[in-house]
């Protein structure tokens, strides 16, 4: 079975072809990140109207790579939330196109339910995908929108073990960094500054660490980090560029301990033998290190980088499963900013 899928729910405009839930054919993206850079952080408006530009082109290509043309599409899936309403729109509106010329079955894909399928993804160019992840499995979700604890007992099966209280992980990086005057998107910037940086020098709180639950907070930590800023600054201090690592790899050691702690804990609690570590953040380096020294004794996979940030791939991978379960959609379709995943 071949299935296309449509991601367009942030800034990243994507299209991917993948066979029988499993093999990458294709997988393009075009990432709208420089057009939002000099504004900080992604305007809403100006990403729909780049997915709008992009759409089309990505899909032409994502069929090229491929070696296809539509009419050998089996299934169009398309995320249908959460994400940026007039984003989701324009692959929405897309994907029902094509569902209607092609006569072909329409399926809706939650976002986060995509990143946890990410694991299952394998491509011959993409060297270290796994040849036998497996349900169940507990998935530690850490992106732009979500750091979440989530337990996949089997196919569709979802128990939310932890949720984002608050700023999410990859919210926190991308606010840290503004604050430093770094840029935009702030994790990559922040992961490549740290490695230059002492993570001792500044002992950041380690959030929500003090209660026993699972759920994840990290906007007292970026308050901490302002704070902290704030107080060298009135000081007339300007900051070195060894100083600006420091508070970096500080912060970013500060995030990855809670993160790690509180998946070691729901490894406990859930039984799982086996985690997935998905989203943007995944592609921290330094976060997949220190899981690999920190989470022994489990079977653990991290999706390469081009897997963990927002593709079409892990779309059109899970919508295989959803549509043998029946979850396809009519053309009365629409997208939903907000939802939910149970
Ligand atoms: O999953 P994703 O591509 O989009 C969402 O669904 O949100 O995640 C984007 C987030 C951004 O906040 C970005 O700063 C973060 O992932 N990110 C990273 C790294 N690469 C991307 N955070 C830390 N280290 C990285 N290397
Ligand atoms: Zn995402």
């Known amino acids: 079975m071949l299935v296309l899928g449509i991601e367009t729910s942030c800034d990243e405009t994507a299209a991917a072809v993948v066979e029988d839930g499993r093999f990458i054919r294709s997988n393009v993206i075009a990432s709208q990140v420089k057009s939002h850079a000099e504004y900080g952080g992604v305007v809403p408006e100006l990403a729909s109207r780049l997915h709008t530009e992009n759409a089309i082109p990505i899909l032409d290509k994502a069929l090229s790579d491929a070696k296809l043309t539509l009419s050998d599409v089996d299934i169009v899936a398309v995320t249908s939330g959460p994400g940026l309403i007039g984003s989701l729109l324009v692959g929405l509106e897309m994907a029902k196109a094509l569902s209607y010329v092609l006569k072909k079955p329409l399926v ?7 990143h946890l399928y990410s694991p299952f993804l394998d491509a011959e160019e993409v060297a270290g995908a796994s040849e036998d992840f497996d349900y169940p499995y507990l998935g530690l979700v850490v992106s732009g929108g979500h750091s979440s604890l989530i337990f996949v007992r089997e196919p569709l099966r979802y128990e939310v073990i932890g949720r984002t209280l608050d700023d999410a992980a990859g919210e926190a990086f991308d606010k840290v960094a503004k604050l430093l005057g770094l840029g935009y998107p702030g994790g990559p910037i922040i992961d490549r500054l740290s490695e ?27 308050t901490s980090v302002v704070r902290f800023v704030k107080k060298w600054r009135e000081e007339g201090r300007e900051l070195s560029e060894q100083e600006m690592a420091d508070i970096a790899a500080s ?7 809670t993160l790690l702690t509180k998946t070691g804990w729901a490894l406990e609690r859930t039984g799982a033998k ?36 927002d593709n079409a791939a892990m779309i059109a991978g899970l919508a295989l499963t959803l549509y043998q379960a029946d979850r396809t959609a009519s053309l009365t379709l629409n997208a939903d900013a907000n939802l939910k995943l149970l």
């Open 108 to 114: 809706p894909v939650h976002h986060i339910a995509a």
């Open 196 to 222: 230059k940086g002492d993570p001792e020098r500044v002992s950041f709180p380690r959030p929500g660490l003090k209660s026993d639950d699972c759920h994840l907070s990290f906007s007292g930590l970026k």
């Open 251 to 257: 912060f970013q050691s500060a995030v990855i301990d």
């Open 274 to 309: 086996r985690l997935a570590i998905v989203g943007g953040v995944a592609c921290n380096r330094q976060l997949r290190r220190e899981a690999r020294k920190r989470l022994t004794g489990i079977e653990l996979h991290i999706p390469p980088p081009i897997l963990c940030t």
